[in-house]
C-alpha cells in the first residue's frame, strides 16, 4: 500500500484531492464525517474518542474537554477517522485554538 493514501499528506480528504476545506474545524469534521457516511457514535468506536468530546469538537465547545494535549489529539483521530489529514487538523485546531485566546 503506498504511504500516501495510507496517511495522506494533503490537507484535505484524500477523495477530494482538489478541493480545501472551508469553514470552521468542527464544521469540516462534521460535513466530512456525513459525507463518510459515518454517525458521530461510528467514529468514537473507530477512535475510541467518548462521543460526548466528538460533539464537542463540532460544536466547537473545546472547553467541554480536558487540556489542550487532549484537544488536540482528539481533534487529529477525529480527522484521520473521517479521511482528513492530521497536519491539516494539527494546523485548524492550532489556528482556532489561538483565535479564541486573542477574543479572550
Do not use: Q
Request: charged share 25%.
Amino acid at each position: 500500500m503506498n504511504a500516501v493514501t495510507h496517511h495522506p499528506v494533503l490537507p484535505f480528504a484524500s477523495d477530494d484531492w482538489r478541493i480545501e476545506p472551508r469553514g470552521s474545524v468542527g464544521e469540516v469534521l462534521s460535513r466530512a464525517r456525513e459525507r463518510c457516511a459515518m454517525s458521530i457514535e461510528d467514529v468514537a468506536a473507530t477512535t475510541r474518542v467518548p462521543v460526548r468530546y466528538l460533539a464537542a469538537i463540532e460544536a466547537e465547545r473545546f472547553d467541554l474537554i480536558p487540556g489542550l494535549v487532549y484537544i488536540k489529539g482528539f481533534v487529529k483521530a477525529f480527522a484521520r477517522a473521517v479521511g482528513l489529514c492530521e497536519r491539516w487538523a494539527a494546523d485548524a485546531i492550532k489556528a482556532a485554538l489561538a483565535d479564541r485566546r486573542a477574543v479572550a
